[in-house]
């Protein structure tokens, strides 16, 4: 059972969120959805703290696998229910911090007019017209896009054409006028260029709520607990919020 660390709000002193004394390296795994936002982070963090990240992406799935598999790491970046898989698995700490939200997306070919999608029954029609549809399998969009393939009685009919990848840019399929429509996080589709994107329909809309957590095998874990709470100062936030992320849940 997961338990959220506290998160002190507004501008956070600089002794707030410092790591120790010495340069140390943090080996961060994180979903693909933080990618952008982790990426555009870590100079930031770098230069103010002199610590390095070593940082590898994979869907927050993918994460978990190679964590199981053994994988080195000091903190994991990911969603529930995975979280909670890592947890019971003695692979992070309870003490999860809160980190960002975002919400899903639909992506279309730039510079042409996308359907209305604006309705469930938009959206329903969009997917049923299109002739090709790319998503992934094993990150937590396509999970939730399955589910209301089912809800809908059309996941044959999307599957028969579907672009599914394990994990990647649904978006550069759009791009490269390979699909007609991507699903994926509103986060990693807006940072593909040649597409627009929409997000979901409000009344199916799904925002994942991203979590930081320490392995408790690590061995700078206050270097861990600094850089997590790192995420949550107003620099963060600002490059957060600029690749379409909420900081927080």
Avoid: C
């Avoid at 970046?77 to 919400?103: C, H, M, N, R, Y």
């Amino acid at each position: 059972m997961q338990r959220f660390a506290p998160v002190i709000g507004g501008a956070l002193t600089l002794a707030a969120w410092i790591a120790p004394a010495g340069a140390t390296e943090l080996v961060i795994y994180s979903s693909t959805g933080m990618q952008a936002a982790l990426t555009d982070i870590k100079p930031i963090y770098e230069r103010e703290t002199q610590n390095k990240l070593t940082m590898t992406f994979a869907t927050a799935n993918q994460v978990k696998d190679k964590i199981g598999e053994g994988a080195a790491f000091d903190v994991a970046v990911v969603l529930p229910p995975v979280t909670d898989q890592l947890i019971q698995a003695g692979k992070i700490e309870p003490d999860v911090v809160p980190l960002a939200k975002s919400g899903l997306g639909i992506a279309f070919k730039a510079g042409t007019p996308a359907p209305d999608v604006s309705t469930p029954d938009g959206f329903k029609t969009a997917l049923l017209g299109a002739k090709r549809v790319a998503f992934t399998t094993t990150g937590q969009s396509g999970i939730y896009l399955g589910k209301l393939l089912d809800q809908w009685g059309i996941a044959d009919q999307i599957k028969a054409k579907a672009i599914a990848i394990p994990s990647g840019a649904t978006a550069e399929y759009v791009a490269k006028g390979q699909a007609d429509m991507a699903i994926q996080l509103l986060a990693e589709l807006h940072v593909v260029p040649g597409v627009q994107v929409i997000p979901f329909p409000a009344a199916v809309q799904n925002y994942l709520k991203f979590q930081g957590g320490i392995n408790p095998a690590s061995k700078h874990k206050e270097a861990d607990a600094a850089f997590l709470r790192f995420l949550s100062t107003p620099e963060a936030a600002k490059v957060l919020r600029a690749r379409f992320m909420e900081p927080g849940n």
